[in-house]
């Protein structure tokens, strides 16, 4: 489940879009500053009201108001620049309020609106902000992990009916429903003020396309893009020059080693080399000596240490391990079966007997594809 906004946030992202609004509507806002500050002292001017007494300001902006509704309050039927005003002010009136006032109250007052000038809105306050073209699994997961971590994101999905798209609406997620390939789709997402696009969805062409369009728009964007076809993968990297991964291949390890070794929770490449990421309960062998001294000679890098209810994050080198404590280490394979076998514990359990505190405190073991 996805963290929800707080309070402040939500002040922030009010604030931000209603400076959007004023804006997007400046000239409407300033035109109907002047009529209704401009034209009550020329109907004081040129209007008398009954009995040759001048007209008030209250009255000649009430005379202003209803105009606009076809309701003349003052008689000016013996001016001509009366009548001209009279004349003038309810289509231009109109005109403003209507088309201009109506709107931007609309637009600031119905934020939840899911269509697509609010999404154009809010996308216009963001700058740096990330697009993520897809609201299946792998596109909610990306949202999810860049929201946790305080990123500004946008969402564009092609179908109502998509998976995930009334979960991130619930989540206030702007989210925009048009067809990706459309030539006014990455701009209404302000493309160009975005430093990141990630290409989700399950069709390797329109991801394709989604990329090209992006960097053509914003040369300097950052493109990350999913394939299923494992050849285009490294031609897109050369030739493209973005982060192109493939589910394929982020699973296959993964996938691998979990068949081999449930105690593996985590899997991944680093040029060429399988990194493994696994918890060790401190047994036979790990009591007594330091992180460090586990580093040099296995050649593993000690991510945190569980003692009790207490979790260390980066423990130090001198830390002394203590019979008990769970270590969450990363090796290279190799190194990871050789660790293994110092604390004798070669052969992996069977699944289901292995002892529990090996898997992460939800009860799910992670997979290398997020």
């Not at 209704?36 to 008030?56: D, H, K, N, S, T």
């Amino acid at each position: 489940m996805m963290d929800t906004p707080p309070p402040r946030w939500r002040v922030v992202a009010n604030l931000r879009y209603l400076r959007a609004l004023i804006k997007r509507f400046r000239i409407t806002l300033v035109l109907t500053a002047l009529l209704f500050l401009g034209a009550p002292p020329l109907f004081q001017w040129r209007c008398e009201v009954p009995g040759g007494e001048p007209v008030g300001a209250g009255k000649a902006l009430h005379h202003v108001y209803f105009l606009l509704f076809g309701q003349p309050s003052l008689d000016c039927s013996n001016d001509w620049m009366g009548i001209l005003l009279n004349m003038l002010v309810p289509p231009v009136g109109i005109a403003l309020v209507v088309d201009g006032v109506v709107r931007f109250a609309y637009l600031f007052f119905a934020k939840h609106k899911s269509d697509k000038e609010w999404i154009e809105v809010i996308a216009e306050t963001l700058k740096g902000h990330i697009i993520v073209c897809g609201a299946g699994r792998v596109g909610f997961r990306v949202v999810d992990q860049l929201r946790s971590m305080g990123k500004d994101v946008v969402v564009v999905e092609k179908k109502e009916d998509a998976a995930f798209v009334n979960v991130l609406r619930d989540e206030q997620v702007p989210l925009l429903i048009d067809d990706i390939r459309s030539p006014q789709c990455l701009p209404r997402l302000n493309v160009k003020a975005a430093s990141a696009i990630v290409c989700s969805t399950d069709d390797d062409l329109a991801n394709l396309n989604i990329a090209l369009d992006a960097r053509r728009l914003n040369p300097n964007i950052r493109v990350v893009i999913r394939l299923f076809d494992d050849d285009l993968v490294a031609k897109v990297r050369d030739t493209f020059k973005a982060e192109a991964l493939s589910s394929s291949s982020l699973a296959a390890p993964a996938m691998a080693l979990a068949a081999l070794d449930p105690r593996i929770v985590h899997s991944f490449r680093v040029c060429g080399h399988l990194m493994v990421v696994s918890i060790f309960e401190a047994r036979t062998g790990l009591p007594g000596i330091t992180v460090s001294e586990i580093r040099d000679r296995f050649g593993t890098l000690a991510l945190s240490l569980r003692r009790g209810d207490k979790e260390i994050l980066h423990p130090q080198g001198d830390q002394r391990v203590q019979a008990g404590d769970l270590l969450t280490l990363q090796a290279e394979y190799r190194d990871y079966r050789q660790l293994r076998a110092f604390t004798g514990e070669t052969q992996p359990p069977l699944w289901g007997q292995h002892d529990m505190a090996f898997l992460p405190p939800s009860g799910e073991r992670p997979t290398g594809t997020g």
